[in-house]
T-cell receptor
């Protein structure tokens, strides 16, 4: 059974800082891995998807890396802004297009 | 439609009652997923539809939970004899090969 751990559980930083969110998973037989953002009381928004054959993906100020063999992924956020405040969820995809989510990292970026 | 919609947005019920939660996926999407998210946790997989049939229902916690998708579009998640532990946000997702589009969820509270 896939288990996903995200560290840290919560993070509070001043505006402008670069930061790294960590995700580890136990079953390396994944098809891809996604990072999602969740705002309070809202659904999930997909940020980045990394295929199992890829090492990283970039979108704007976001960069996600994947080390499938070691079961790790990181999400790097450059020049953080207050609008980045949300919960970030990591979800590797295994057979049947099934996503397994971590508990998330709750990020607060202070002005 | 342009996105995934879920109704109702909030549902309060009493222990032992029956509830139905509805998901309208993105038009034309053949696959549909249900997830459950408890407070402070990541979403947990419940069931996956491909067309009208349940391709994987291994995430349903017990036989009080049932889901249907009779015409391959709208899906209804049904919970019988609700318990307080069923209180959570129930999320529906409509996937493409690139990502999964999530609805805003139904927040269920069982008193």
């Amino acid at each position: 059974k896939q288990e996903v751990t995200q560290i840290p559980a919560a993070l509070s930083v001043p505006e402008g800082e670069n930061l790294v969110l960590n995700c580890s998973f136990t079953d390396s037989a994944i098809y891809n891995l996604q990072w999602f953002r969740q705002d309070p009381g809202k659904g999930l928004t997909s940020l980045l998807l990394i295929q199992s054959s890829q090492r990283e993906q970039t979108s704007g100020r976001l960069n996600a890396s994947l080390d499938k063999s070691s079961g790790r992924s990181t999400l790097y956020i450059a020049a953080s802004q207050p609008g980045d405040s949300a919960t970030y969820l990591c979800a590797p995809e295994t057979s049947g297009s099934r996503l397994t989510f971590g508990e998330g990292t709750q990020l607060t970026v202070n002005p | 439609g342009a996105g995934v919609s879920q109704t109702p947005s909030n549902k309060v019920t009493e222990k032992g009652k029956y509830v139905e939660l509805r998901c309208d996926p993105i038009s034309g999407h053949t696959a549909l997923y249900w997830y459950r998210q408890s407070l402070g946790q990541g979403p947990e997989f419940l069931i996956y539809f491909q067309g009208t049939g349940a391709a994987d229902d291994s995430g349903l916690p017990n036989d009080r939970f049932f889901a249907v998708r009779p015409e391959g579009s709208v899906s209804t998640l049904k919970i019988q004899r609700t318990e307080r532990g069923d209180s959570a946000v129930y999320l529906c997702a409509s996937p493409t090969p690139e990502t999964q589009y999530f609805g805003p969820g139904t927040r269920l509270l069982v008193l």
